[in-house]
């Protein structure tokens, strides 16, 4: 069996540490420098706007205990980001 590894290079990486009303977004650059880290409402359109300035080559993977809790992955398919989401049961 063979595993398949995404191994591509991006502008940005963002960390969403999901919750309930809020969630955590880290953002990093390519070399590793926050340039977001804020914890915001947990709606779409707060995330999307969060986001916003670093949409041209973003990453974004999601932690969230919460499962069916999918939002920020339908909001980021819905804007074409690429988004990873890692229910933690």
Not at 21 to 33: A, P, Q
Not at 42 to 47: A, I, L, N, T
Not at 48 to 76: H, K, M, N
Request: hydrophobic fraction near 40%; proline fraction near 4%.
């Amino acid at each position: 069996m063979t595993m398949k590894v995404y191994n591509e290079q991006h502008s940005y990486y963002c960390g969403i540490d999901l919750h309930a009303r809020t969630m955590y977004v880290c953002i990093l650059d390519n070399t590793g420098k926050k340039v977001f880290h804020k914890n915001i409402p947990c709606k779409s359109e707060r995330f999307l706007q969060a986001i916003a300035p670093f949409r041209g080559d973003i990453v974004v993977g999601v932690e969230c205990i919460f499962v069916g809790t999918g939002w920020p992955i339908y909001a980021s398919r819905k804007a074409s980001i690429l988004c990873w989401g890692a229910p933690f049961i």
